[in-house]
């Protein structure tokens, strides 16, 4: 499995490169069900939509996007997006009232897009490289996206979507590929490489913070810890 997503319900949705989304019960060693050729490619991403207990999205090395109502998997899917010339989206997720969903572009595409729940591009921005994580900030509407190759290969970046629009902010460089905000109070941003856990302040997406001398104290104490 190269994709998998937890549902409040307690299912575990999996995908990988058979091109299927299985559900598992937790409570029965069996599959509960599922899609048995969700993409044109391997399942690279996926992610239940919050409040919406039976939405599902995933998204595929062929490029496309697709949203899954689990309860009426026969009818295929409730919406789908382009593949956009077969290139990967390596990154998928929900924002916290299920009004949105970033969808990160692989190396060949590089781009960070917001979706609505029906797949309608809302914003788009050049990335700077393959997107290979994205976690949105449970308050305030940040999101925060990890470059796993490219020109910001390693780096996390801060984005303030709008109704129509992305707006970029600070970058931190590094070697991250995957991230989660903290759920308990929302302070803290977490990213990990292999071999290597960091935990990010908030403190270092304040502008003050990006002072060069300072920047690089607080970074190497950061590293340190």
Known sequence: AGAAAWAD???LATGGRDRRIILHDARSPAGVGGVAAAHGGEVTGLAWRPSHAHTLAS???????????MRNLAAGPAAEAGDRAGAAVKALAWSPAGAALAAGGGSADGTLRILTPTLRLRASAP????????????????????????ANAGAITLWTPTSD???R???LPGGHSALAWRLTGGCQAAAWRPLCARWVM??????????????RRRHAQLCSQ
């Open 9 to 11: 319900a307690g299912l």
């Open 59 to 69: 998204s595929g090395a062929d490029g496309g996007v697709r949203v899954w109502d």
């Open 127 to 150: 990335a700077g490289g393959q997107v290979s994580g994205a976690a949105w900030r449970a308050v305030g509407g940040a999101l925060a996206t990890a470059c796993g190759y490219g």
């Open 165 to 167: 629009a992305l707006s």
């Open 169 to 171: 902010g600070p970058t």
């Open 202 to 215: 908030c403190c270092l997406w304040c502008p003050a913070f990006w002072f060069p001398r300072r920047r």
